[in-house]
């Protein structure tokens, strides 16, 4: 079993910056493909980013291409989420996941067994 907890979000105007962080917690880390995923007002919760088992497989949803990027640190079971040039549309509740997906391209939600809390980013224009 893995525990997921973020860190990093918070308020900023837009064209900014933020750093998301997740600490897992286990001994199997590295078997579970990480996922970020995003859950605004009245929406469903999306998909925004992906990392498999080994850290150069990286994916991204079509909005966040270009201007986030996800990476992973396998000794340190982390997984961060670097958010560049900011837009008022990316404001949501930011949750990551992990799973044990058939394929290191995990974009579901069904894919992924255990979820954060989730942490607040709110993009001011």
């Known amino acids: 079993q893995v525990q997921l907890v973020e860190s990093g979000g918070g308020l900023v105007q837009a064209g900014g910056s933020l750093k998301l962080t997740c600490a897992a917690s286990g001994h199997t880390f590295s078997r579970y493909v990480m996922g970020w995923f995003r859950q605004a007002p009245g929406k469903e919760r999306e998909f925004v980013a992906g990392?498999?088992?080994?850290?150069?497989?990286?994916y991204y949803a079509d909005s966040v291409k270009g201007r986030f990027t996800i990476s992973r640190n396998n000794p340190r079971n982390t997984v961060d989420l670097e958010m560049n040039s900011l837009k008022p549309e990316d404001t949501a509740v930011y949750f990551c996941?992990?799973?044990?997906?058939?394929?290191?391209?995990?974009?579901?939600?069904?894919?992924?067994?255990?979820w954060g809390q989730g942490t607040q980013v709110t993009v001011s224009s």
């Open positions: 990392v498999g088992w080994t850290a150069w497989r990286t």
């Open positions: 996941a992990a799973g044990s997906p058939p394929s290191e391209i995990a974009t579901s939600r069904a894919d992924y067994d255990y």
